[in-house]
């Protein structure tokens, strides 16, 4: 009995491994081969998104969900990002500059066939500056007169604020001031419109987490909908038939991958898993780019790498010891034999080229100046100047930019540095609190436009946390360009306002993002932008072209 | 067998409220909020969350009525997932590191008592040694370094099987068992050796071979069953390690496992979600030692009978 | 020609320190219905002489040097497996010393009967699992298993010592043997089962004609069933022989040697009892355990010792006797107070012990010592003879750093061990020496009070022996009180002046040892005693055969 | 009392004479302490500064300039590991040591008292397997600030506890033996049994274990450090070295390789040493076997 028994429980176990090994050898078509087939693509996001509610989401790979899911009043040129008409099919913008009326389309509808008018917009946005909705990106709204005032509470009737349905597809929206990159801000998804009798179906309109957004239950505007949403593993969005451009969709399906781990997802790139990958890791560029492989896409991207300095530290306080450290990185090095993707070397704040502007700075790498500075500073030759600590979160490009600057300042001026790696929200807190020396910092460009990266440093920003204060700097900022009348005038106004950001050197700019992303060559129209925003409409797959050269890299 | 059940069940109860206790006031402890961002986070807003959420309740007030919540069965909403309760989100991560785990188990179980059992065949010979100094590494070859091996190998030079996903591809389970299995394999290996060693040392296995079995015979139904006894044992802790071990080969081959959903909550400060899964590995882990030893004791039938309360 | 025939078989082992001659040269034959008794000490290659035969030897280190076997005209040492598989348990069968670790625990005694017969090399003799158990019941009920039918699904450990020696018996004759190996099949039972499993081989043995070959350490086992006796010694034959000219007219030493050690007769010393000096006073002891086998709601209460009271003079060896399970080992350990005692009194010296915490015995237990059952579980392993011996003396402040050696080597003196074996360790010693180790650490202290569980019958007759002249030796050199334990009733004949028989918790006889021994009063006394084999081939003949006829 | 620890020693004595006799255990030992030594004297005979750059070189393959190559940093790889052993020995050691004090004490006690205060302390093991260890590593970073002893403490909190189950299965087992009941009889305190009865016949299977903690342990101090608590870039150890190593195994691999035969040399080292000493402070498995 016992031996029949425990055969009866061997037999099984050992028929599980072979046919476990047998179903591998099932099919071998990857999931690239039967994308390109039947127009799915597969697409590496990065990590799981948080919430695919535009008012709640936040992060990129969030971000880009919605943005297959859903459509802003305007949309953005997939190369220039220059807006082109989105949901709103014109839009007239009145000679002050401060009020836009936007003509809806009359054939845009919600997933589920709804009609889609300028009503959803004024409910959504009003549902968007609900603060017990905690929307993060409800300042994107503040351009707009009374915005501000009614997130914060000292106007309570949302009448007074500048947006306005004039018919069923007329919405008119005044603004406070004259805001060049409003019409940008258009296409972010907090000022997306949301479905009204389905966000209401699922709860209050300001409850944060509701179950709307899941498969079966969301409606959406854009080009796609919601099919499929399996936490962490994949969400899959199809073709959404009401979308009033349909016809020049060419995915029928596209499948977001939460990839976080870098070097796993370059793998699943070569394996055919993916078509396109969310990152790159630094050591496989080379390969790629010796190869000459076309599958690898570096695109500047509107973001700056930069170190934070405390400037309430003693030792920290004398800008002559910031600029020394400034000037004491070798930014061409790091940008060359570290992050090896092409990033420009930044001695500003902002990117150049950024709405064309510029910025100007006399920033360089001279550590025969930096040593002198330093010695004017009171540290002849580094002695006497303390031991000085990095803060970075975990990461392997932070490690290894902190560990390069390290040995420079080191090097060139013979100071002794600390490196100090804390978990994410270790170091959020620290660096929030004013709790380090020099922190490592990145800030990516909202919106086009150099004040994305310049109100950062108001005394009073959210985002200053060096302690850095110039009341010269705060008047440029908030009230000197947004009242300027031209667009030359108000990118000299920047260009002042940075120049003393330079001076002073609260931050050290290390350098500007490029974005990395492999994209298997049947991708056609991936277009490559400085804010790395994908336009899923536009893309198609060829499956001619990843025969040719698929596999090798 | 029951009461004996019934009483490790028992005390599982406070052991469960310590770990609950301790896990509740060391996250509320650790640095940083589950709503702190990179960019600046608006006080408002800080507010509306840290109401809907409770936290703006004293601590004390939270805990007992966390407490009260997990009596009654309910883990919570996630802080991090809007929309998503706790228990939502291990239903949903529960079956793939459960599969993996079950994988891994049968990958460690078969390799890992063949090479014993053949090692302790014919101690000091190669037979032994091979296998043996196999086992030493497995058990060190950490899985960062095994799963990227066994991907390239298998997944990117031979293309014979996927190198990530789960379910998704035919033979995508593969690796991933493979590369959590080692470890425990190995471990497996050990223990099976050094039971078997000391099960064939026996005088009963003598008397086996005395009544004219065949060896065969004599390894698979005399031998095994109490060589086998140390790894039984092992069972339980190792499926708990398994379970918190999956985060790693979860990470590497993009699994959709609880492991990831652990750690991620860990690294976010999601509360409700890093309780939620303590509670549930914490049970796990009771229940699966206790599965573990009441199956040791089932295979003795001396404590088996002791347990059945038969004289 | 005879069924089996051995002929200069040669069984060497090899290890790394060189070669030992296990079996050097041996040459016997049995023959159908015959018993031949293999008698000699442990390491003497009995044992091996006989598994090499059916290839139970572990290879290596062993490997069979030379000789043949022929069993029925084949030769069983150059056989190959699959035949040697034809010869184990079917045309041969063993019965091994103990059946507590012989028997798998994990299999029901059913399925382990069976496995000769379904299992059966030969497909002819192969056989149901059905039929199988239908012989397995019946197989069980001729050895005197009470109730095979529901017997046969139990397991091992649901017997005691002799039903497991004779489902021992059952496995080995469920095929119908031509030739049994019995080794040492009595040494582990207690004496009224040692003559029960005897009266059953011998009969069994008539009833179907086997042959048997008899292994034992103990001259006076064999002399009643054995037709030949071989009398081997560092694996030579030192006498062959029919039982009676052995026994009889023996010409051999070493033969004289084995049959004067077994222990016969009244103790040879004087008493020393002081009377009227009462050291040990134990008065209405009961030592309880719960039994976990059992359901609380139960009974299960295993009342070990039940309502003891007995006076232990200083200077008197008292000996107690029971079989296995009478509770007398508990009783000696309660008196120690190593084991908790649920009730009753016990008093050394004038001091009651029983409401004494660990602390406040420390003093008595230098007092008192024990000696276990078995001397090389009583030794920790990884401590050397000198540590063993000076732990006690340091611990209790008897000796100083200069003193210890002097000690330690007067401490070896008394129990016969050279100096140059202090620096080693326990598994380096015989069976024997052990046990003088572990006597002179409970004399170490020196205790007025030693308790003895057991202590020689884990040992060959002719240590035993020596071990016995020991004690008796010390108790007279150092004023010892001794509470002798032993289920061997020749044994505590020998040592002790007083003898106690307990059965089931209770002393149901006590008296002085020869008054005792020639009149019992309790049937169960008279039972045990009756049970004694006798070192005497025609006396033994005749109780054997009264024992069977009782049966 | 002194005199009993004096003779005490014989046993570690006869170990060391039968370990002399074990070739393998012997080139385990060797290997070892050639480990140790070329750690204790990196400073002085390592090839270049641990922490010398050079961006511009990049990683490149063995060289006779750099015979183990350079990291992608262009640091001499021989001194990174020779660095990287300082840590990794130090970690691995001490906090197998904590570990094994810890483990062995609480496993010891805990099954030879039984009972209640087995209960009770084998629950506290079970609270600690199952409390969340990244969040109680952060926690600790937090509370006592960076330090390296704070990384043996962590390790050691974590290792100990598997320790302490194995420790008290042995004992229980022991427990049970006449060799306790008789030191039981000679009257000697329970501390005394556990220390001179119990804990020296538990040293097999705690050997063994301990060899395989060491390894282990060196790989969760870089899975620490990685973290963030434990040892700061630029200093290293082999654990973090294979830990980046992996990452690049395809274009570099060297930067694998070498660390990883480092380590698993140290592996065998120990497992050969282990076995070795096991057996050696086993009186029973002597000459004859």
Redesign the interface.
């Known amino acids: 009995m016992n031996n029949r028994a425990r055969q009866q429980l061997i037999l099984p176990l050992l028929l599980l491994i072979p046919t476990l090994l047998l179903s591998a050898c099932g099919s071998s078509e990857s999931n690239v081969d039967s994308g390109n087939r039947t127009g799915t693509l597969h697409w590496g996001n990065g990590a799981e998104p948080q919430s695919l509610d535009p008012h709640i989401s936040v992060g990129v790979p969030g971000n880009t969900i919605v943005s297959a899911l859903m459509e802003g009043l305007i949309l953005k040129d997939s190369k220039t990002l220059a807006p082109k008409p989105g949901v709103a099919e014109s839009w007239t913008i009145s000679d002050d500059g401060r009020v836009y009326t936007f003509n809806l389309r009359k054939n845009a509808r919600w997933s589920n066939g709804d009609p889609h008018n300028a009503n959803d917009y004024v409910w959504s946005w009003w549902r968007a500056l609900q603060p017990a909705l905690g929307n993060l990106y409800a300042y994107m709204y503040f351009s707009i007169e009374n915005a501000q005032e009614y997130y914060e509470g000292t106007v309570t009737d949302f009448d007074q604020v500048g947006v306005k349905a004039l018919d069923d597809y007329t919405l008119q929206v005044t603004l406070t001031n004259p805001t060049p990159y409003f019409l940008q801000l258009l296409d972010h998804s907090s000022l997306y419109s949301v479905h009204r009798g389905t966000v209401e179906k699922f709860g209050a309109a300001d409850e944060r987490g509701t179950r709307w957004t899941y498969e079966g239950n969301n409606v959406s505007n854009g080009a796609f909908k919601l099919a499929d949403w399996k936490i962490n593993r994949r969400i899959t969005v199809e073709r959404n038939q009401y979308y009033w451009n349909s016809d020049q969709v060419q995915l029928n399906k596209i499948v977001f991958y939460p990839t976080e781990n870098v070097v796993s997802e370059e793998r699943m790139f070569r394996a055919g898993q993916l078509h396109r990958t969310n990152l790159v890791p630094a050591d496989k560029i080379p390969v790629y780019l010796e190869a000459n492989d076309s599958s690898l896409h570096i695109a500047p991207y509107l973001g700056t790498y930069f170190y934070r300095i405390n400037t309430r530290v003693p030792h920290l306080q004398d800008k002559t010891v910031r600029r020394a450290l400034a000037m004491t990185i070798d930014r061409e090095t790091i940008s060359k034999s570290i992050l090896k993707a092409g990033q420009i070397p930044a001695y500003a704040m902002t990117p150049p080229g950024t709405m064309g502007y510029y910025p100007e700075s006399d920033l360089r790498f001279d550590p025969e100046a930096a040593r002198q500075l330093l010695a004017d500073a009171g540290y002849p030759n580094g002695e006497g100047f303390p031991t000085t600590e990095i803060l970075y979160n975990t990461s392997d490009d932070h490690r290894k930019i902190a560990i390069a600057i390290q040995q420079m300042w080191n090097k060139h001026l013979n100071i002794d540095i600390k490196l100090l790696n804390q978990e994410w929200k270790v170091y959020l807190d620290m660096a929030s609190a004013g709790n380090y020396q020099i922190s490592r910092a990145g800030w990516i460009g909202d919106y086009v436009d150099p004040n994305s990266f310049l109100d950062m440093f108001l005394c009073n920003g959210g985002n200053n946390r060096t302690g850095w204060c110039n009341p010269e700097y705060d008047r440029l900022i908030s009230e000197v360009a947004p009242t300027v009348k031209s667009h030359a005038e108000r990118l000299a106004v920047f260009g002042q306002a940075e120049q003393i950001l330079m001076d002073e050197l609260p931050v050290i700019p290390i350098y500007i993002y490029t974005s990395v992303n492999l994209v298997n060559k049947s991708v056609n129209n991936y277009a490559d932008n400085i804010l790395n925003q994908p336009s899923f409409t536009e893309m198609s797959l060829q499956p001619e072209q990843s025969k040719i050269d698929g596999g090798e890299q | 067998m029951l009461r004996f059940a019934f009483y490790r069940l028992l005390q599982a109860i406070p052991v469960l409220l310590i770990v609950i206790s301790l896990t509740f006031f060391l996250v509320h402890s650790a640095p940083g909020g589950p709503f702190s961002a990179d960019k600046a986070v608006p006080p408002e807003v800080i507010k509306a969350l840290e109401a809907q959420y409770n936290l703006d309740q004293p601590l004390w007030q939270q805990y007992v009525s966390y407490l009260g919540d997990i009596v009654q069965g309910d883990f919570g909403p996630s802080f991090k997932y809007p929309g998503r309760n706790v228990s939502e989100l291990i239903a949903a991560g529960l079956p793939a590191t459960a599969e993996l785990a079950f994988y891994a188990m049968l990958v460690a179980l078969v390799i890992g008592v063949s090479a014993g059992v053949a090692a302790a065949m014919r101690p000091n010979t190669a037979q032994d040694y091979i296998p043996m100094s196999a086992a030493m590494i497995g058990i060190c070859m950490p899985s960062f370094l095994l799963g990227p091996l066994l991907v390239l190998i298998f997944g990117i030079h031979l293309e014979w099987l996927p190198v990530s996903g789960w379910g998704d591809m035919p033979g995508d389970k593969i690796l991933p068992a493979i590369t959590l299995g080692t470890g425990y394999a190995a471990y497996i290996a050990r223990l099976s050796r050094g039971g078997m060693l000391e099960v064939l040392s026996q005088d009963y296995i003598r008397t086996a071979r005395a009544k004219g079995l065949s060896e065969p015979l004599v390894i698979a139904k005399h031998a095994l069953r109490g060589g086998l006894i140390p790894v039984v044992a092992f069972l339980g802790p190792a499926f708990a390690g398994l379970l918190g071990g999956s985060f790693v080969v979860e990470t590497i081959f993009q699994i959709p496992g609880l492991g990831r959903f652990y750690v991620q909550a860990a690294f976010n400060r999601d509360y409700t979600m890093i309780l939620g899964t303590t509670v549930f590995f914490a049970t796990l882990i009771i229940v699966f030692n206790l599965l573990s030893d009441m199956l040791a004791i089932w295979l003795n039938p001396k404590l088996r009978q002791q347990a059945q309360g038969k004289s | 020609m005879a069924l089996l025939e051995v002929e200069g078989l040669k069984v060497y082992f090899h ?3 060189g070669v030992v001659k296990a079996v050097d040269d041996v040459s016997f034959s049995v023959d159908c219905g015959e018993t031949l008794a293999i008698v000699g000490e442990s390491g003497s290659g009995k044992s091996v002489t006989c598994y090499s035969l ?1 290839d ?1 030897l572990p290879k290596p280190p062993a490997r069979i040097e030379g000789g043949t076997a022929l069993f029925d005209g084949e030769d069983l040492l150059t056989c190959d ?1 699959t035949r040697m ?6 045309d041969i ?2 019965i ?1 010393q ?1 059946p507590m ?8 005694i059913g ?1 382990q009967l069976i ?2 017969l379904i ?3 030969d497909p002819a003799r192969k056989q149901s699992r059905e039929t199988a158990r239908k012989r397995a019941i019946e197989l069980l009920d001729e050895v005197g298993i009470i109730d095979p039918k529901s017997r046969v699904d139990c ?1 091992p ?2 017997f005691s010592g002799g039903m497991r020696q004779r489902v ?1 018996i059952a ?1 080995a004759l469920i ?1 119908e043997p031509r030739l049994l190996i019995c080794d040492e099949p009595t040494t582990a039972l207690d004496v009224t089962i040692q003559a029960q499993i005897l009266t059953l081989i011998k009969k069994l043995q008539e009833t179907r004609d086997v042959a048997v070959i008899f292994i034992s350490h103990d001259l006076g086992v064999v002399a009643g069933i054995a037709d030949k006796v071989l009398v081997m010694c560092e694996g030579t034959i030192r006498e062959a022989g029919d039982t009676d000219t052995i026994f009889y007219h023996s010409q051999n030493d070493y033969t004289q040697k084995l049959l004067a050690a077994i222990p016969e007769g009244a103790k040879q010393l004087p008493n020393r009892a002081q009377p009227d000096n009462v050291l040990v006073e134990v008065t209405n002891l009961k030592t309880h355990f719960t ?5 609380s709601n139960q009974d299960n209460v295993i009342r070990a010792v039940d309502g003891v009271s007995l006076s232990i003079q200083r200077g008197e060896i008292s000996g107690l006797v029971g079989e296995s399970g009478s509770g007398k080992s508990t009783l000696g ?1 309660s008196i ?1 107070q ?1 084991a908790p005692t649920t009730a009753g009194q016990v008093t050394f010296d004038g001091t009651s012990l029983t409401g004494l915490n ?1 602390k406040q ?6 007092k ?3 000696i ?3 001397p090389y ?8 003879v ?2 063993t011996l ?3 003396l ?3 402040g008897l000796a ?2 200069k003193t ?1 050696d002097q000690q330690v080597r007067q401490l070896m003196d008394d129990v016969g061990l050279v100096h140059s074996q202090l ?1 080693k ?4 010693f015989s069976g024997g020496q052990r046990q003088r180790i ?1 006597i002179g ?1 409970a004399i170490a ?1 020196k205790p007025e009070l030693i308790i003895a569980d057991e202590p020689v019958s884990a040992l060959d007759v002719t240590i035993q022996a020596q071990v016995l002249d020991l004690i008796l030796d010390l108790v007279e050199r150092h004023n010892l009180t001794m509470l002798f334990i032993s289920h061997d009733l020749s044994v505590v004949r020998y040592i002790s002046d007083r003898v106690m028989v307990m059965n089931r918790g209770v002393i149901i006889e006590q008296g002085d040892t020869e008054a005792l021994w020639a009149d019992p009063q309790q049937a169960y006394t008279k039972q045990l005693l009756k049970a004694i084999p006798l070192a005497d081939p025609r006396m033994e003949r005749v109780r054997l055969a009264d024992a069977q006829a009782d049966v | 009392m002194t005199a009993i620890e004096e003779q005490g020693t014989s046993l570690w004595r006869d170990a060391w004479i039968k370990l002399c006799k074990n070739y393998l255990a012997l080139l385990g030992l060797a290997i070892i302490l050639l480990l140790c030594l070329v750690s204790l004297l990196t400073p002085w005979i390592a090839p270049y500064g641990y922490e010398e750059q050079n961006l511009l070189l990049g990683a490149t393959p063995p060289s006779a300039a750099h015979w183990l190559g350079t990291d992608i940093f262009g640091r001499d790889m021989l001194t990174r590991i020779m660095y990287g052993g300082r840590v990794s020995l130090t970690v691995g050691f001490i906090a197998t040591a904590v570990a094994l004090v810890i483990g062995v004490l609480w496993g010891a006690i805990a099954g030879f008292v039984g009972g209640r205060v087995d209960a009770v302390m084998m629950r506290i093991v079970d609270i600690m397997y199952a409390l969340p260890f990244m969040i109680f590593i952060v926690l600790l970073m937090v509370v006592f600030g960076r330090n390296i002893l704070l990384l043996f403490l962590a390790i050691g909190a974590v290792e100990w506890l598997t320790m302490a189950r194995i420790v008290r299965g042995q004992v229980m087992n022991l427990r049970k033996q006449e060799f306790v009941e008789a030191a039981y009889s000679l009257g000697l305190s329970q501390w005394t049994i556990i220390r001179r009865h119990i804990i020296p016949n538990t040293l097999g299977p705690v050997i063994v274990y301990t060899t395989l903690t060491i390894p282990s342990v060196m790989l969760l101090e870089a899975f620490l450090s990685f973290l963030g608590l434990g040892i700061q870039p630029p200093q290293s150890s082999w654990g973090l070295l294979i830990n980046y190593g992996v990452e690049t195994m395809e274009e570099y691999p060297w930067l694998l390789i070498f660390p990883g035969v480092t380590l698993s040399l140290t592996l065998f080292a120990l497992n050969f040493l282990g076995d070795g000493l096991r057996d050696a402070l086993d009186p029973r498995t002597s000459k004859d076997q």
């Open positions: 290890t790394r320190n059916l139970l497996s598989r034809h010869f184990r348990g079917n069968a063993v091994f103990d670790t012989s028997l798998n625990p994990f299999i029901s399925e496995e000769p299992y059966h090399p397991y450990h649901e021992m496995m095929n039994d976990y086998n059992k359901p350990r120690l190593l660990a015995l420390v003093p008595w237990r230098r008192m010592q024990m276990f059952q078995d579980a009583s030794l920790n392993p990884r401590m050397t000198y540590q000076a732990e006690p340091l611990y209790h100083n750093r210890i620096r360790y326990p598994h380096e572990a650490r202290t």
